[in-house]
C-alpha cells in the first residue's frame, strides 16, 4: 500500500526535521555532530541518511520548513508574531524558538556565502510577499496607516526582524523586548496608542 | 619640545587609524594582511606595530574611535543619523561608511567570543546612554512622543541599528532604506506625519 508508505516516510522524515533542530538550535550547525543528531532524533546515522543526503540537505530541509512555518504565521498574525515567538516560546507547540537556531545559521550564510545568498534569495522573497500580502490585506481591512507605502512597511518589519536575530545572536537579553515589539507594531498600524 | 612630539605621535597615529579603516573595510578584518595594511596607511610595518601592538590592538583602537564618533553625531543628530551615514556617506568628510568595516566585525566577534562580549559590553553602554540622554534632551525640549519609555525608544532605535548592520552585512542593497529610516526617526518624535 503506497499511501501507507508515503505516510510513514513523511513522519520519520518529520521526526528527522524535529529532533535536527533543537539539535541545531542547541549545538549551532558546526556542533551538530552526526552522533548528536543520532541522540536528538533517536535514529541511527543510517536511518537519518537514508532520508536527507547529508548534514547540508538535512539543513537546508529545515530552513525550508521553517520558511513555511514562519509565512503561515505571517500570512494569519504578522510578522512582528514571528518576532514574538522568537523572543518568547509558547510553554506548548512545536518549539519554535528552535527557528533560532536556524535562522542564526542562515544569517551566518549569508554574509559569509555569496553562493547560498544566492540560493536562499528565492525563500527570503517567500518570507517577503507573505508579509507584504499580510499588511495589503490589514490596509484593506482598515488597520493599516495608510500614509506610507507598503513596501516601505515590509522593509520596515524585516529589518527589525534581522535585528532582532542579529540582538539574540549576540547572547543580548530579550527580556524587555516586548514593549519594543509594541511600538513595532503600533508602527505599522493606523492609530498611535494613547493619542 | 614634547608638545610637538605628542602632536606628531598623535597625527601619525590617525594617519594608521585612517589607512587600517579603509583597508578593514575593504577587505575584512582576516583579510587585512599586514602587507595591505602598509599599503593603506603608506606606512611600513615597523611604524605600525610601534604605535600599536598587533592586528588585534589596532583593531580595537579603531573600534573605540569609531564608538566615539558615533556617540558624537548621536550626542548632535541622533542615532537615525547614524544610519543614514551608514547606508549613505556624504561626498566628502571622513569617509563615515568605512565604519561598516569595524561594525561588522565588531558584531561578528560579539556572535562568536563572550570574552570579547564581555569586554565590549563597557563601550556598547556609551552608546546607549548617548542615544538615552539624546532621547531625554528631544522629550524635554517637546520633540519626543512622550506615552512610550525612554528605555524602549533607545532600545529600539539599537534594534533597528543592528538589523541595518545585518542586512548591510548580507550584502542587500541599501537604496531603498531612506524612506525607512524616515519611519523610524517619525516613529520616536512626537507627531506623526501627515495626521
Same mark, same amino acid.
Request: charged share 35%.
Given at each position: @500500500?503506497?499511501?501507507?508508505? &508515503?505516510?510513514?516516510?513523511?513522519?520519520? /522524515?518529520? &521526526?528527522?526535521? %524535529? +529532533?535536527?533542530?533543537?539539535?541545531?538550535?542547541?549545538?549551532?550547525?558546526? +556542533?551538530?555532530? =552526526?552522533?548528536?543528531?543520532?541522540?536528538?532524533? +533517536?535514529?541511527?546515522?543510517?536511518?537519518?541518511?537514508?532520508?536527507?543526503?547529508? /548534514?547540508?540537505?538535512?539543513?537546508?530541509?529545515?530552513?525550508? %520548513?521553517?520558511?513555511?512555518? @514562519?509565512?503561515?504565521?505571517?500570512?494569519?498574525? +504578522?510578522?512582528? $508574531?514571528? @518576532?514574538?515567538?522568537?523572543?518568547?516560546?509558547?510553554?506548548?507547540?512545536?518549539?519554535?524558538?528552535?527557528?533560532?537556531?536556524? *535562522?542564526?545559521?542562515?544569517?551566518?550564510?549569508?554574509?559569509?556565502?555569496?553562493?547560498?545568498?544566492?540560493?536562499?534569495?528565492?525563500?527570503?522573497?517567500?518570507?517577503? /510577499?507573505?508579509?507584504? $500580502?499580510?499588511?495589503?490585506? $490589514?490596509?484593506?481591512?482598515?488597520?493599516? *496607516?495608510?500614509?506610507?507605502? =507598503?513596501?516601505?512597511?515590509?522593509?520596515?518589519?524585516?529589518?527589525?526582524?534581522? #535585528?532582532?536575530?542579529?540582538?539574540?545572536? @549576540?547572547?543580548?537579553?530579550?527580556? %524587555?523586548?516586548?514593549?519594543?515589539?509594541?511600538?513595532?507594531?503600533?508602527?505599522?498600524? !493606523?492609530? !498611535?496608542? #494613547?493619542?
Amino acid at each position: @500500500m503506497p499511501r501507507v508508505s &508515503q505516510d510513514h516516510l513523511d513522519a520519520r /522524515k518529520r &521526526q528527522i526535521l %524535529d +529532533g535536527a533542530r533543537s539539535c541545531f538550535a542547541r549545538h549551532g550547525y558546526e +556542533g551538530a555532530t =552526526v552522533r548528536r543528531l543520532e541522540e536528538a532524533t +533517536g535514529l541511527s546515522r543510517g536511518a537519518i541518511f537514508h532520508h536527507f543526503r547529508d /548534514k547540508e540537505s538535512l539543513f537546508l530541509a529545515l530552513a525550508e %520548513d521553517d520558511v513555511l512555518r @514562519m509565512t503561515d504565521i505571517v500570512a494569519e498574525q +504578522g510578522l512582528v $508574531q514571528v @518576532m514574538r515567538e522568537l523572543i518568547a516560546p509558547p510553554a506548548e507547540g512545536d518549539h519554535p524558538a528552535d527557528w533560532l537556531g536556524t *535562522r542564526l545559521e542562515v544569517s551566518r550564510r549569508l554574509r559569509t556565502d555569496p553562493e547560498f545568498r544566492a540560493r536562499w534569495a528565492a525563500r527570503s522573497e517567500q518570507l517577503t /510577499k507573505a508579509t507584504r $500580502q499580510r499588511l495589503l490585506r $490589514q490596509r484593506e481591512a482598515g488597520n493599516l *496607516r495608510d500614509d506610507v507605502d =507598503v513596501d516601505v512597511l515590509t522593509s520596515f518589519l524585516e529589518l527589525v526582524l534581522e #535585528g532582532l536575530v542579529s540582538h539574540l545572536a @549576540m547572547g543580548l537579553p530579550a527580556d %524587555d523586548m516586548d514593549p519594543v515589539l509594541d511600538l513595532v507594531e503600533e508602527t505599522v498600524r !493606523r492609530h !498611535r496608542r #494613547g493619542f
